[in-house]
């Protein structure tokens, strides 16, 4: 399956909008952003547990990415409540699910397969950081191949949104408009390498999630 498979043009879900669509496993749900290749695939989605729901146990071959958006994610290494950024990476293992329900923001098979870096933090814990004009901003991961932050943009302002080696995010809260459209929470804009523009931030202040950097690698389906 290829979905938003054409990594040099600019690619929007509002996800609020998408319909839920069914997992292999039973209370599961999916809203799928970009995807290539079938069951096992380089994917990125949303997904609903609903509650008491699970998946079997599993190996992360390629790695897994994810943030809580809301509910309680729970596996055997703990109970991760919205706002919870996960980075499992390859050959790492897990039985998730979520006897309260939860959603989650999940990135899969996007790692370098040589990661072997666990990162679990509590973003209600952690501060942001004044950064540009109208912008603050939390780091969570960088590693020379990617950067990975919570950015906080001020009612009004206008940011530069430049990708010189290609920018993905997700709006947590608030919203903003750029280009022909206008994103609020759960809309998801992906831009190529080298796209300029800029996000015009509505009458309240937005949160975003945004990774920088990781599509200079070509993106490929899972060699399984």
């Not at 994610?73 to 109970?79: I, K, L, P, R, V």
């Not at 912008?135 to 009612?155: C, I, K, Q, T």
């Given at each position: 399956m290829d979905l938003n498979a054409d990594f040099s043009k600019r690619a929007v879900v509002h996800g609020a909008d998408e319909p839920w669509v069914a997992s292999p496993m039973a209370g599961v749900d999916r809203r799928m952003l970009d995807r290539i290749g079938g069951e096992v695939a380089r994917a990125t989605t949303i997904v609903r547990y609903a509650p008491g729901s699970s998946f079997s146990?599993?190996?992360?071959?390629?790695?897994?990415?994810?943030?809580?958006?809301?509910?309680?994610?729970?596996?055997?290494?703990?109970?991760?409540p919205a706002g919870s950024y996960i980075r499992n990476p390859p050959q790492s293992s897990h039985t998730p699910g979520s006897e309260p329900g939860c959603t989650i923001f999940v990135k899969l098979w996007q790692f370098d397969?040589?990661?072997?870096?666990?990162?679990?933090?509590?973003?209600?814990?952690?501060?942001?950081?004044?950064?540009?004009?109208?912008?603050?901003?939390?780091?969570?991961?960088?590693?020379?191949?990617?950067?990975?932050?919570?950015?906080?943009?001020?009612?009004?302002?206008?940011?530069?949104?430049?990708?010189?080696?290609?920018?993905?995010?997700?709006?947590?809260?608030?919203?903003?408009?750029?280009?022909?459209?206008?994103?609020?929470p759960l809309g998801w804009l992906r831009l190529p390498i080298g796209y300029s523009g800029q996000a015009q931030v509505g009458g309240d202040s937005a949160t975003v999630w945004i990774k920088r950097g990781h599509l200079r690698d070509t993106p490929r389906a899972p060699a399984v």
């Open positions: 146990p599993h190996v992360h071959t390629g790695g897994e990415e994810f943030l809580v958006l809301d509910g309680v994610f729970q596996d055997e290494h703990g109970d991760f397969l040589n990661d072997r870096s666990h990162v679990r933090i509590d973003t209600g814990k952690m501060r942001y950081f004044p950064d540009r004009d109208g912008v603050e901003v939390m780091p969570l991961f960088s590693d020379g191949r990617e950067d990975v932050v919570l950015e906080r943009w001020v009612a009004g302002a206008r940011v530069a949104l430049d990708a010189p080696d290609g920018l993905e995010l997700l709006v947590l809260d608030g919203g903003f408009a750029e280009g022909d459209d206008t994103f609020r």
